[in-house]
């Protein structure tokens, strides 16, 4: 069973800190702006996910349009990252890997929230929108 939007939201936000660090500690003369970034988009995701919990239903608007640009990003920071790889760079395989993480994750979500019941603000994603 999938747990309910707003604490997948607090999850995914969790995520991208962890992410954030992870990416920092990888290089952390290089990747100061991983951890300042997985950290303000972290927990703005996490603050998505409070106000959907506390049914704030328009914060799945909110949720969608971060998540959207999240992915639109990591899908091109991925991108260069991976060209970067196999053109011999191997020191940008750590932060291409984290990025692709962050992307998998971030297409998830934003299925999930797409899918999430318009009718519900806690929005039990998989649930059929018309009843």
């Known amino acids: ?3 309910p ?3 997948w939201m607090i999850g995914y936000g ?3 800190i962890a992410m954030g660090i992870a990416g920092y500690l ?8 991983a951890m300042l970034s997985g950290g ?4 703005l995701s996490m603050a998505w996910g409070v106000l959907l919990r506390r049914g704030h239903a328009w914060a799945r608007r909110g949720a969608l349009a971060t998540t959207g640009l999240l992915a639109v990003v990591f ?3 991925a991108s260069v990252g991976w060209i970067a790889v196999s053109a011999g760079q191997s020191e940008k395989l750590v ?3 984290l990025i692709s993480a962050m992307l998998v994750a971030s297409l998830v979500t934003l299925w999930l929230l797409i899918t999430a019941s318009a009718d519900d603000p806690h929005g039990a994603p998989g649930r059929a929108r018309d009843a």
């Open 26 to 33: 990888s290089n952390p003369e290089k990747a100061a702006t």
């Open 75 to 77: 899908t091109w920071r």
């Open 14 to 16: 969790a995520f991208l």
């Open 95 to 97: 932060a291409a890997a």
């Open 1 to 3: 069973m999938t747990p």
């Open 40 to 43: 303000t988009f972290g927990t």
């Open 5 to 7: 939007i707003g604490s």
